[in-house]
């Protein structure tokens, strides 16, 4: 059984509004995180995700729940877990008057590692992170990308086992964000786990191993990206088909399905489902049956921004009109 970098229990908190009484921030949430892996929160601004970041990194207490982060229970041991991990927050904590490379051996200073230490991981980290050349510049004179590289490098130099990331490409261009991903990934590969939070699904798509939806203090739905695509309708598979005789009887041969009218040739049907391999391969099952066989098939799922709207009734934020699918 693979060991949890967080588990958490019947997590709650609230707080004391002088015009509306009491109000639940986080009620009941559950959550298990594999080390390891990545897993991104989603939620509505308010939902609860920073309250939750605030309470698993010992920045705030609970009302409630049990909680075990990298193996200490949070409550008992809040020293032991904040040295095993690392907080990049939404908001860059670079000291912009410092050059990269101070930055970083002041961080050093901070996790008590001796000058000689120090020195050897902020050069180790200046070069991993592509910040060489700017080593030695003040910080104000970095790009968003450069200070965010310099920020999570910052998190890094006391090796956490577990990383939380609010918002890590937030204001970042594309080749920027690509970037970050790149980092993410690979520190994934070194055995660091990843809890992510972030306002742009496409990322939560392209990084997570697993997400959970958080709206109004409660966790609505968790599961891979392509589990929480089928949890809404809009899903299909096209077949596309040389003739329409071929079209026809697969047309009758399945008994749903109608022919897509974005095709000029009229030649693609279009069939309801969830996309999960039993629908898939019972769809094929019954053309095999009838001795049809398709010239072409695609599976087509809703986006993580269709189940975000479906399940909280409110937009996304931020959009990006670059796609990597």
Do not use: C
Not at 129 to 142: H, I, N, Q, R, W
Not at 172 to 198: E, H, K, N, Q
Not at 284 to 294: C, M, Q, S, T, V
């Amino acid at each position: 059984m693979t060991d949890l970098a967080i588990a958490a229990t019947g997590l709650r908190k609230s707080y004391r509004d002088k015009k509306n009484g009491e109000k639940v921030v986080l009620d009941g949430v559950d959550l298990a995180v594999p080390e390891g892996t990545i897993f991104s929160l989603l939620g509505p601004n308010g939902a609860g995700k920073t309250t939750t970041v605030q309470i698993l990194s010992t920045l705030i207490q609970a009302d409630g729940g049990e909680v075990r982060v990298a193996g200490h229970d949070l409550n008992r041991r809040p020293d032991d877990v904040r040295g095993a991990i690392g907080v990049t927050g939404q908001y860059s904590a670079v000291d912009k008057l410092l050059t990269g490379e101070e930055n970083l051996l002041l961080m050093a200073d901070l996790k008590h590692l001796s000058r000689r230490d120090g020195k050897r991981k902020a050069a180790e980290l200046l070069e991993r992170f592509d910040l060489v050349e700017a080593a030695g510049k003040p910080a104000s004179t970095y790009s968003g990308g450069m200070a965010r590289r310099l920020d999570l490098a910052m998190t890094l130099v006391g090796d956490p086992r577990l990383i939380f990331l609010d918002e890590p490409t937030t204001g970042l261009d594309p080749r920027s964000r690509r970037t970050m991903w790149g980092i993410v990934r690979d520190l994934v590969a070194g055995g660091v786990t990843i809890f992510l939070t972030t306002q742009y699904l496409e990322e939560a798509d392209q990084l997570a191993d697993r997400i959970a939806l958080l709206d109004h203090g409660r966790l609505i739905a968790e599961g891979t990206a392509d589990e929480l695509k089928r949890l809404i309708p809009g899903g299909h598979v096209s077949l596309r088909f040389t003739d329409d005789a071929a079209l026809g009887a697969a047309l009758a041969a399945l008994g749903e399905g109608f022919v897509d009218p974005s095709d000029d040739d009229r030649l693609t049907l279009q069939v309801p489902s969830d996309g999960g391999v039993a629908s898939l391969r019972d769809l094929l099952a019954r053309l095999d049956g009838a001795g049809i066989e398709p010239a072409g098939l695609s599976v087509h799922t809703p986006d993580l921004d269709d189940v975000f709207l479906t399940l909280t009734g409110r937009q996304t934020g931020p959009q990006h009109t670059e796609t990597t699918r």
